[in-house]
């Protein structure tokens, strides 16, 4: 599981997160990305849920914005948007909950930022059905909740507007810590990074799509698994 560093307090505001930039992208100079991060604990069911996390992405997002930030969702994805006076605000959000818990995240400019929520005692053998390899059979649980997590966070960071399809999102383990993905589209690939984060019993997984995609750029890192 991820450092003990990487634990994030519930019921608090966490600003200006740090996800390191991969090594290709240092040797490019790149800054880190920096994404808010709200985590809250659950008020009520699902319904509930998806309310107080919706009303989270509009907290962060305000603190980027002087107008009212509304969230909105857009359909088949479900991806939320950002709207200020109905128009796109210049930032990106993402939510998700499990396990009783919320987390909210924004970044300002026009890459995305996805995360995901995982409560580690409900992963399983089940979540193989998607993932056509070879060894899923030798996965433990463990390896299942990364696998899972990092892919959901990859998919809306990647803010493809079509159904999730984790088997066509490629994911490099870097360590308990992190990831490098990708995901191949009609318009050319999608990559970025990701890191795990502990809150509370779950794992939560932060993605960011990088600030420039090519195949050379990223083939380094994500060769092992294309």
């Known amino acids: 599981m991820p450092s003990p560093l990487n634990y994030l307090q519930i019921g608090a505001v966490h600003l200006d997160v740090p996800l390191p930039a991969s090594s290709q992208e240092a040797r490019g100079a790149l800054q880190p990305a920096e994404v808010d991060l709200l985590v809250l604990e659950s008020s009520g069911g699902r319904h509930v849920e998806s309310g107080q996390a919706r009303r989270a992405m509009e907290q962060l997002a305000a603190r980027h914005a002087q107008d009212a930030i509304r969230v909105a969702t857009l359909t088949p994805s479900g991806r939320p948007v950002a709207l200020r006076c109905g128009d796109l605000a210049g930032m990106q959000v993402s939510a998700s909950h499990a396990g009783g818990l919320i987390v909210a995240a924004c970044r300002t400019g026009s890459k995305g930022v996805g995360v995901d929520l995982v409560d ?51 994911v490099t383990m870097l360590g308990d810590d992190g990831f490098v993905w990708q995901i191949g589209t009609p318009g050319g690939p999608i990559a970025g990074r990701g890191c795990f984060f502990r809150v509370g019993d779950a794992l939560l997984a932060v993605a960011v799509e990088q600030e420039a995609v090519s195949t050379a750029k990223c083939g380094d890192e994500v060769a092992a698994c294309s």
Do not use: C, M, Q
């Open 120 to 170: 580690p005692l409900s992963a399983g053998p089940g979540l193989d059905w998607w993932d056509s390899t070879d060894s899923t059979s030798l996965k433990t649980n463990h390896d299942r909740v990364l696998s899972w997590a990092a892919r959901e966070a990859a998919y809306k960071a990647a803010r493809l507007d079509a159904p999730f399809a984790p088997s066509g999102i490629h």
